[in-house]
């Protein structure tokens, strides 16, 4: 990500939410910033994939679901 592309955003957060992702990013060797980030980004790709499983009908995921086992036994 270029830094261009980036907009300071400022937010309040318990202290013991911060402690914990200090934690965290030092064991995932992330700057605070990176394991927010990283975090924030997988929740929002969570939460599309799921919104888009939830539009699908039986018939869509029938076949995703026996691809994936198909690819898992693989």
């Given amino acids: 990500m ?4 980036r907009v300071q955003f400022k937010f309040l957060i318990p202290i013991e939410l ?5 934690e965290l990013a030092e ?6 910033t990176g394991e927010i980030l990283a975090r924030l980004e997988d929740s929002v790709r969570t ?4 919104n888009h499983l939830l539009a699908m009908n039986s018939e869509d995921l029938k076949k995703l679901l ?3 086992l198909v690819n898992k036994k693989q």
């Fill in 66 to 68: 026996e691809q994936s």
């Fill in 2 to 5: 270029i830094k261009k592309d």
């Fill in 27 to 32: 064991a995932n060797h992330r700057s605070l």
């Fill in 18 to 22: 911060k402690n914990q992702l200090e």
């Fill in 47 to 50: 939460t599309v994939t799921l």
